[in-house]
């Protein structure tokens, strides 16, 4: 850690990229508005368009994606008065910081990134964009643009976040400053890889050919209760303790899922279904889903029939924002020896 003490700010990002599903509602949003009520904190979320565009987007889909995740966001619970609720490309600060971190970030760190090794695995990975390759180097820059302290995440962006860290210490290092904060990341909970509905080796994931092995957040009550009774299980009853689903993949993900959706450990819902079969636990963890869930996908179709309240919040959001970032990235730009005044 560095001497400095900094505001504790939290900041994350979800990539508007189409299928917002349940794995980044129980890893990510439900987590971001605990933080939000915790207070203690500022908060500041971000849709991350600038990393959806990495791979191709089709530009009506990437606006139509950008507000279906802003209202996901504040269906789920985020509020924009209590949270800073933006839209990074409507931040520049975010983009113009990132081209410092690719000047100090190396080749090297990026190439040994597992998501980038999964991304181009089997393809020609020289076809790739270079955006793709430099895209932890972006990340990194939304969360230090703003000196965020803590950020919550699902445990597949540990490593980015890793490098977050080694960023921010290369920078300060190498100019001889305690300017940017060693960023804790915060995966914690049942649910910080919740895995695919079909294959309980998989993650769930938006880019899944199969529908069925994610519960999107636009599904409605029918279709809900449908994945989860068709979600792959084993034959053998739930066990009564935790160690037992440690050779049981499909089960334990959808003991977790109960766990995070019901605010319990997942031992205390082992307690109450151990010994029971998955014809009693799926109804009712269907029951719980659908409570949950499917006021958050009603509310979203709500917000996207009024887009221009959407676009208000995103314009009034990227105004707070800047208040932070300006002055961070000025201070930035003066460190490493640019000549001022920058026009900001
Ligand atoms: P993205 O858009 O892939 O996912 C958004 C968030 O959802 C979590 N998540 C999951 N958690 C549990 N189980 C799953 N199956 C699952 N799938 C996704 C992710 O861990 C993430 O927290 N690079 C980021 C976006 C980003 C960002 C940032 C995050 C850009 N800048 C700065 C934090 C801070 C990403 O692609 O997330």
Redesign the pocket.
Known sequence: MTETSFTPRV?????PSGNLHL??Y???LKRFVDMQEAGGYETVY?M?DL?AITVWQDPADLRRSTRELCAGFIASGIDPEKSILINQSQVPEHAQLAWVFNCVARMGWMGRMTQWKDKTAGKNAEAASLGLFAYPSL?AA??LIYHATH?P?????KQ?LELTRDIATKFNHDYGVDFFPITEPVIEGA?????SLRDGSK???KSDPSDASRINMTDDADAIAKKIRKAKTDPEPLPSEAAGLAERPEARNLVNIFAALNGQTVDQVLGDFGGRAFSEFKPALAELAVAHLAPISSEMSRLMDNQDEIDRILTRGAERAREITAPILKKTYEIVGMVGPVEL
């Open positions: 900041f994350s990002g979800i990539q794995g980044n129980l890893g990510a971000c991350v990393h990340m939304d969360i950020v995440v699902g445990e597949d962006q980015h649910a910080t890889r919740v895995m993650k769930m994931s």
